[in-house]
C-alpha cells in the first residue's frame, strides 16, 4: 500500500511552491536581458547633455567668449563684475558666465530667488533681458567659464565670498527660459539636454 506524503491540501502547497522556484528560475534570464538593455540607456541622456554642454562651449569658443576657472578668478578678483549661474535644474546642468558689469545694478527688472524664479513667479523680463543681454550665444556679451572639471568646494568658496559683498565682484542666479512657465524660449543653441549635472 503506498506511503502518503501529506494531505491534499499540503500537496497542492508543495506543488505550488515547486512552480514558483521553476517561474523564479525560468525569470532570471530575462531580468539580466533586460537589465543589460536598460543600464547601457541610462546613460544616454547624461551623455547626450555632455555633448550638448562640449558643443555649446566650442561654439563659444569659435567666438571668443570662452575662458577658464583661473582667468574667470583673476577678472573677478581685479575687476570686479558678476557672475552668472545659468541654472537649468536643481541637479544641472549648470552654466556660469562672467560680465564685468553690474548685473544688479544694470536690471531694469527686479530679481528674485532662483527656486521662484523657475516657477515663472514675476521672473520672465528679467530672465529674457539677462539672456539677451548676457547669455545668448548670439547675442549676449558675457563670457562663459570653462567650469566642467572645478571642485564644487572652489565654486562655492567664490559664490561665498561674492554674498558678503566684501570686494567688488557679484554672484546672480538666473533660471534660463526654457524652464520657465509661460516664457517663450529663443530659438537657438543656447538650452542643452535635460538631465543631472551637478550643480555647486
Known amino acids: 500500500m503506498p506511503t502518503q506524503t501529506g494531505t491534499p491540501q499540503q500537496q497542492k502547497k508543495r506543488r505550488f511552491h515547486r512552480l514558483n522556484v521553476l517561474l523564479e528560475l525560468a525569470l532570471i534570464p530575462v531580468a539580466a536581458g533586460i537589465a543589460a538593455v536598460a ?4 546613460f544616454i541622456p547624461r551623455w547626450l547633455q555632455k555633448h550638448r554642454e562640449g558643443s555649446f562651449r566650442a561654439l563659444l569658443k ?4 570662452l575662458i577658464n576657472w583661473q582667468e574667470f578668478l583673476r577678472s573677478m578678483h581685479d575687476s570686479g563684475g558678476t557672475c552668472i549661474e545659468e541654472k537649468f535644474s536643481p541637479k544641472g546642468p549648470v552654466r556660469f558666465w562672467w560680465t564685468p558689469e553690474d548685473v544688479a545694478a544694470e536690471s531694469p527688472h527686479e530679481i528674485i530667488d532662483w527656486f521662484t524664479m523657475r516657477k515663472g513667479r514675476r521672473s520672465g523680463p528679467f530672465v529674457q533681458w539677462c539672456r539677451e543681454r548676457y547669455t545668448s550665444a548670439d547675442t549676449g556679451s558675457a563670457v562663459l567659464v570653462d567650469a566642467a572639471f572645478v571642485p564644487r568646494r572652489q565654486i562655492y568658496a567664490l559664490w561665498a565670498e561674492c554674498r558678503s559683498q566684501t570686494g567688488p565682484a ?3 542666479e538666473v533660471a534660463p527660459p526654457e524652464i520657465i512657465p509661460q516664457v517663450p524660449a529663443p530659438i537657438n543653441t543656447d ?5 543631472t549635472a551637478s550643480s555647486r
Do not use: H, I, Y
Open 39 to 42: 543600464l547601457p540607456l541610462s
Open 62 to 65: 569659435s567666438r571668443g567668449r
Open 170 to 172: 557679484r554672484w546672480v
Open 191 to 195: 538650452a542643452p539636454a535635460k538631465n
